[in-house]
């Protein structure tokens, strides 16, 4: 029996889109590691055409300024397209949560490869993290929940900002923040990635409230679309 290269953990919909929840199970990305990657795609429509026509930013990337061509490092063309195309080719079997302790056990996990983790219901969330290793995590609709619900997944979860407003925001409601602009505000650390050439595997620092005592992160952006991403955290097109 040939091994699964990834599953799908979960089904659901937002605003009216149906999506889906892949985790592949091995990675080549240099930047965060060998890491479980869970992948926000959705049902209906390619990722590319799904950022060509917006609906990204109403859907899988709910909350995010960076979405629709706005910023956003991922090239959808390449990764997601491809898991995207696997998924519907039956590459990936569902995987019940009761075997989240066989996938997930001894294995680091970014939650968001690819979208906006928050559309996984918490439960699975809270499952998944409990059955790893240690995770990272990402996500953009904090501003829109009320304020335990985006406490209960920050435990879990930086919030991701990219305006100083949003910024102070985060900090006002208790939340760690990843935040991504062309200058560092005071009193946050850089990502250890770009300082310390760490792989997210080995650093961990982005598990939300998990680590208290940890400050909140800023990067660079970067990507083919840096530029564009400063202009929006300066509040140009934002």
Not at 119 to 136: D, F, H, Y
Not at 213 to 234: E, T, Y
């Amino acid at each position: 029996m040939i091994k699964p290269i990834g599953y799908v953990v979960h089904r659901g919909t937002v605003d009216g889109i149906e999506f889906v929840v892949i985790a592949t199970l091995k990675s080549t990305n240099r930047k965060t590691g060998d890491m479980i990657q869970l992948w926000f795609l959705e049902t209906n429509k390619s990722p590319v055409e799904s950022v060509k026509t917006g609906s990204d930013a109403n859907g899988v990337c709910k909350g995010c300024k960076f979405a629709s061509g706005n910023g956003c490092y991922v090239n959808v063309g390449q990764a997601p397209l491809g898991i995207w195309k696997a998924f519907h080719r039956g590459a990936y079997p569902d995987l019940d949560p009761k075997d989240y302790g066989k996938v997930f056990g001894d294995r680091k996990v970014r939650f968001g490869a690819y979208g906006n983790p928050s559309l996984l219901p918490l439960a699975k969330v809270k499952a998944i993290a409990e059955a790893s290793e240690g995770w990272t995590g990402y996500f953009h609709d904090w501003h829109q929940m009320p304020k335990a619900l985006a406490l209960a997944y920050g435990q879990y979860f930086m919030a991701s900002t990219e305006t100083e407003a949003s910024r102070l925001c985060a900090d006002e409601i208790g939340l760690r923040y990843f935040h991504v602009s062309g200058e560092r505000p005071e009193g946050i650390r850089e990502c250890l990635a770009e300082t310390h050439n760490l792989a997210c595997e080995d650093c961990l620092l982005c598990e939300g409230l998990a680590k208290p005592n940890q400050r909140s992160i800023w990067i660079n952006p970067h990507g083919s679309k840096a530029n564009k991403a400063k202009a929006v955290a300066r509040g140009v097109g934002a």
